[in-house]
């Protein structure tokens, strides 16, 4: 996986506690899993079937 | 034929951008009369395809993300605060690439491949393969931006109904993608052979800019070559364009309407050192004097169709075009025979005149053709068939057993498309027919002076798909006076009959200066507006006095689309890519593929991806996932950019929606982006730019360090049913959306 931002981020915690918060909050029903896709709008111009 | 002199190179060249499925035919007619009368030195070169081929490899994509990096820095955006309006299209573009580009890198000649092969029949690789190559495409203008350039569209900052700006668009090679690629891929080659006569065919706005960038560059290049331009666009605005200061360092004259009779005489002429004052349908620049002195020759004469010869293709890339199978462009007549409706341009674009050819000859020139380029697909180039030639064609297709597969559009005629009619045109190999359907509303259909009703229509379209030909409609939004519930009519209209109509080709009405609507501005109850500045405008703003205004029929048109993608199979989710693409729905039309079963085939790809599938549990992240975390929401961005107000704001020739200095009011509109972090996902295999909450991420993380979601959740120690019931739904999302894959 490549995330060149996120490894020039400092390291806030090990991974066992990241995965013991996440535990907590999925517990809680507090883990916002929302996923978004992008569903993209048609212009004008594309849908001109005659012209293009 | 007589021979002459082979010391006379011709070029002909179809500038970028046109769309990339299939090659365009005006070219190749030129080339073919040209070849008739003597001229045995013609090549065709198609700088379109050449072009989007290029843009869209590894290594043109890995220098536009290295510049991309440059030109927009993410960190950059947003630094008061929120994000402005003016800086949404910056930000998104550069959100895209810092997460999509290296997916793209790698998987750029994949997607190509699957669209050019026999993977493009299937929906779950020819689908991502699209949205890959449209992705591809954002990447590569990125590099250039704020240009853009589309499968159907190129814009610039630039307005190009202003020759001041068109012309320096010319010049800009930073945000001008074209001026680089001609140099290094198009110029080497002219230089080479050293044509005495270029041609350039420019039929739509998106072309103007880089035929004229084109032009100048030949002409410093290489300046004894004459340098000619014509083609649909041009038969608009080319008067305009040739009296516009500094246009004669681009161009030597232009050619309006047809092209064969006047391209022959200037080669003609050229050859011999003779005036070019004796041409019909040529303006041209005089330089005798030492400066260019516009010249304008009376209109000539149109060819008899029927002398025409066969199209020739030969030169042509068929192997670099975006679909599988070539699918031949073969115009049966110029001209409409009909020739009334209001709104309608083309006996501008097409000159005087309607002329047919025999449907012997037709069917000669295309089984030919069909030999010559190992293929039975055609693409019939007509502004609406004869009511005779809808009965004489098929039966001569039938009795001499061509075997074609086709499509064309058509106007309604009652009495040749009926149940026979139609079937007769199925077995001839008709396998999808485009209609002029426009409104619901009889009040606008007599306005518009279409003389047909709305019923005619759906019987005429009852009868052609009884008959198993797969029928699309052209619609009209915001004709003026048309009201909101008018337009909400057509929509409904449509709906209730969408087992007949599979496609709707939706268009926002616009005003320009050839049509009726325009010369008799009164009579439809508008007021048009002047731009003194724009010395090239071609579409104008218009005040109606009911109905509604432009900006309630762009947005009528949002939701008029957006009901078509609930209602029509073929427009539901990514299927739409099926529509948007020219004759992509065709070729599966073509291989006997019913409309319904199409249809089936989209419905079962949208339920597949809605509803809830089993959840691999060795699912891991992507191993080419890209995944940044964003200070702004990249859907918030995407949804703004989606309002009306704010597509109006960039130059646009094809849609005539272009509103000088309305960044400002879109801006108050539509307001600014409040901070708000996520992170955006995006893998080759998927090619859908994912959204994920600061919390999807950590999960993400968690995903990678442990290796799988079964072992994330043997790790995630006390999480109740609940729990794991919620990650399955996210991982099973995150699948489809090929954010995770199997690990085995």
């Known amino acids: 996986m490549s995330n060149k931002q996120d490894q020039d981020a400092p390291t806030t915690s090990k991974p066992a506690e990241k995965l013991e918060t996440l535990a907590e909050k999925l517990k809680a029903g507090k883990l916002d899993l929302k996923v978004e896709e992008v569903e993209e709008r048609i212009s004008p111009s594309e849908t001109n079937v005659f012209d293009k | ?744």
């Open chain 2, 1 to 744: 034929m007589i021979q002459k002199s082979a010391a006379f190179p011709i070029s002909l060249i179809f500038p970028p951008q046109g769309h990339f499925t299939q090659p365009y035919l005006a070219l190749p007619c030129l080339k073919a009369w040209l070849e008739q009368h003597g001229f045995g030195d013609v090549a065709l070169v198609d700088a379109s395809i050449e072009a989007y081929d290029h843009f869209l490899s590894p290594d043109e994509l890995s220098w536009a993300a290295e510049r991309v990096a440059e030109k927009l820095p993410l960190d950059k955006f947003g630094e008061s605060g929120e994000l402005r309006f003016d800086e949404l299209e910056g930000y998104r573009a550069a959100a895209e690439s810092a997460v999509s580009a290296s997916a793209l890198i790698a998987g750029i000649d994949e997607a190509k491949r699957i669209v050019r092969g026999e993977d493009f029949y299937e929906p779950d690789a020819y689908l991502p393969a699209m949205r890959s190559i449209y992705h591809g495409l954002r990447l590569f203008s990125a590099a250039h931006f704020p240009s853009q350039l589309t499968p159907h569209n190129f814009t610039m900052r630039l307005a190009n109904d202003r020759s001041e700006e068109v012309l320096a668009a010319t010049l800009n090679e930073d945000e001008n993608p074209f001026i680089r690629f001609f140099r290094e891929r198009v110029l080497p080659g002219l230089i080479e052979r050293k044509p005495r006569l270029v041609g350039l065919s420019v039929i739509y706005g998106s072309q103007l800019i880089p035929a004229l960038t084109l032009g100048r560059m030949i002409k410093a290049a290489l300046p004894d070559c004459h340098i000619t331009a014509g083609g649909g666009f041009l038969a608009y605005i080319g008067k305009k364009l040739l009296a516009a200061p500094g246009v004669d360092a681009c161009l030597d004259s232009l050619i309006f309407h047809e092209g064969e009779a006047p391209m022959l005489a200037l080669a003609n002429a050229l050859q011999a050192g003779e005036s070019l004052s004796t041409i019909g349908s040529l303006d041209w620049y005089d330089r005798s004097s030492g400066s260019a002195v516009r010249v304008e020759n009376p209109q000539g004469h149109p060819i008899r169709l029927e002398d025409a010869p066969t199209p020739s293709f030969d030169g042509l890339p068929f192997e670099k075009y975006f679909s599988p199978e070539v699918v031949i462009p073969y115009d049966i007549n110029r001209g409409c025979y009909y020739g009334e409706c209001a709104f309608c341009t083309l006996p501008t674009v097409i000159g005087p005149g309607y002329r047919t050819r025999s449907a012997k000859k037709i069917v000669d020139h295309v089984m030919e053709l069909s030999e010559k380029l190992g293929t039975r697909n055609v693409n019939f180039i007509t502004d609406c068939m004869p009511p005779g030639m809808i009965a004489d064609l098929p039966n001569e297709l039938i009795e001499r057993k061509a075997n074609l597969r086709w499509w064309c559009d058509a106007r309604v005629e009652p009495k040749a498309y009926t149940p026979e009619g139609a079937r007769n045109l199925h077995a001839a190999g008709c396998r999808k027919l485009l209609f002029g359907f426009e409104t619901a509303t009889p009040r606008l259909l007599k306005l518009m002076k279409k003389g047909q009703s709305a019923r005619a229509t759906l019987d005429v379209a009852r009868n052609c798909t009884d008959a198993g030909i797969s029928v699309t409609f052209y619609a009209m939004v915001g004709f003026p006076s048309e009201t909101r519930e008018e337009a909400r009519a057509t929509l409904d209209f449509i709906r209730s009959n969408s087992d007949v109509v599979r496609e709707v080709s939706l268009q926002t009405f616009h005003i320009d200066e050839v049509a009726q609507t325009y010369k008799d501005a009164e009579a439809f109850g508008i007021e048009i507006l002047d731009d003194e500045h724009a010395d090239l405008q071609l579409y104008h703003d218009y005040v109606s006095e009911s109905g509604m205004t432009q900006t309630e029929a762009a947005e009528m048109f949002e939701e008029m689309m957006a009901a078509f993608r609930e209602q029509l199979p073929l427009f539901s989710g990514d299927n739409i890519y099926y529509f948007m693409n020219k004759s992509h729905y065709f070729l599966h039309l073509a291989r006997d593929v019913s409309p319904d079963e199409f249809v089936e085939l989209c419905r079962r790809r949208t339920e597949r991806r809605s509803t809830e599938q089993a959840v691999e549990r060795g699912l891991a992240p992507a191993t080419d996932l890209g995944l940044t975390t964003l200070p702004f929401r990249y859907t918030d961005v995407v949804r703004a950019l989606a309002h009306p107000l704010a597509r109006a704001v960039r130059p646009d020739f094809l849609t005539g929606r272009y509103v000088e200095d309305l960044i400002p009011r879109a801006g108050a509109e539509i307001g600014s982006i409040r901070p708000a972090e996520s992170a955006l996902a995006y893998s080759a295999n998927g090619a859908e730019y994912t959204e994920l909450s600061i919390d999807g991420k950590q999960v993400l993380d968690a995903l990678s360090e442990v290796g799988s979601l079964d072992l994330l959740l043997d790790s995630l120690a006390g999480a109740d049913e609940r729990g794991r019931a919620d990650l399955n739904r996210f991982a099973a999302r995150l699948e489809r959306a090929g954010v995770l894959s199997r690990t085995h």
